[in-house]
């Protein structure tokens, strides 16, 4: 496997428009924090382009840009079309509020490579519902159409959360699929773990209270029973990884299959200074190396890290693992029965699906 680059996880901006219960960017939650004196970040797009060559040094290929909503930055249009012309990969996403024809071309017309698009929970009126978008279904709707229209790669991202509808203990993400891909033609899903994890993060959204809040037989079961859907025709398009589920299932079984989160070493997140690479947004005190022209530092005092399930960094970290010593991946991947299948079926999901890809 080609190396791809390191990824960088950027976030543009702490403000959203948007009042998800599950969310600290929540708009009512982050207003009653700037009232008590909080400043909220927005990033300064023309000093990253700047630094873009010392990225490069430090080995990064890959820039996910994230929020807070990144499509509120005014600099959002100006920041992508930038990294796709020096080269990077781009992963971002929206909800969906702010999403017209115009961003729709550009997102097309500059090749961003993945666009997640965040869907609580089915049907889409309970969806708009939660997020406080009721009122702006029709403009949302046609702004999906636009995506099509224009073939932006984009695919729908959804929290395991106590918002979707549950059936006999059990999120109901076979019908949250389901109802999607027949209403709104979406062809890929990926499913956010609900994390666990203490300490400060620069991340508001992690603090999601009593919607992901699950103890360890709960969230077992969640990852259990979204490992058991990837192998029924319903869940053949959920793009998590089979692997990187099961390295997490005998995590909270107590056992280690060997397979580390990369934070730190090959996925890191951009201090607020940005001028810093941190090795995560839960680790956003600690500083990996700073953005100098030089070569990224050896750096492995984030090695063994098990503190959170963050989908962004647990499902890259696999594909990290695999492409860094190939060789030694699958030797000792396929000395391991229980993991053996899988690692065979993810390749194979990879080569079919290209990833993300939408159509």
């Known amino acids: 496997m080609v190396f791809p680059g390191r990824q960088l996880n950027i976030k543009l901006l702490d403000r959203c428009n948007a009042a998800c219960s599950f969310c600290g960017y929540n708009r009512d939650r982050l207003s009653r924090r700037i009232a008590s004196g909080f400043k909220p970040h927005q990033l300064d797009v023309e000093a990253l382009i700047r630094r873009f060559p010392a990225l490069r040094a430090k080995g990064i290929g890959i820039l996910h840009l994230t929020g807070g909503e ?70 949302m709707e046609w702004g999906l159409e636009c995506l099509r229209r224009y073939k932006v790669n984009f695919f729908a991202q959804t929290v395991l959360s106590r918002v979707l509808p549950w059936k006999n203990g059990l999120p109901d993400i076979a019908g949250h699929m389901d109802y999607y891909r027949r209403e709104y033609g979406f062809r890929r899903f990926v499913f956010s ?27 077992h079961a969640m990852l259990r029973h979204l490992l058991d859907l990837k192998s029924t025709p319903s869940g053949r398009n959920i793009v998590n990884p089979r692997l990187s589920l099961r390295v997490q299932l005998k995590e909270l079984e107590g056992r280690r299959l060997g397979l580390e989160c990369r934070a730190g070493r090959d996925i890191f997140f951009l201090g607020e ?12 005190e600690e500083v990996v190396d700073r953005l100098d022209g030089k070569p990224l530092l050896r750096d492995t005092r984030f090695r063994n890290c098990m503190a959170c399930k963050d989908q962004c960094f647990r499902d890259p970290s696999l594909l990290y693992e695999a492409a860094r010593d190939p060789a030694r991946f699958t030797q000792e991947m396929l000395g391991r029965p229980e993991t053996a299948m899988d690692l065979t079926r993810d390749a194979w999901d990879l080569i079919r699906t290209r990833g993300y890809t939408h159509v």
Do not use: I
């Open 193 to 219: 773990y609900p994390m666990h994890e203490a300490g400060k993060s620069e991340h508001l959204a992690r603090e999601g209270g009593d919607a992901v809040s699950f103890n360890g037989a709960e969230l």
């Open 273 to 284: 200074d940005g001028q810093t690479l941190r090795p995560c947004y839960h680790l956003s």
């Open 70 to 139: 990144p499509t509120m930055h005014p600099g959002f249009g100006r920041l992508v079309s930038a990294a796709k012309s020096a080269g990077f990969k781009v992963r971002t996403g929206t909800n969906g509020s702010l999403l017209n024809e115009k961003m729709a071309c550009m997102l097309r017309d500059c090749g961003v490579d993945h666009l997640w698009y965040s869907l609580d929970t089915y049907p889409f009126e309970e969806h708009l519902r939660h997020r406080g978008f009721l009122h702006l279904r029709e403009r």
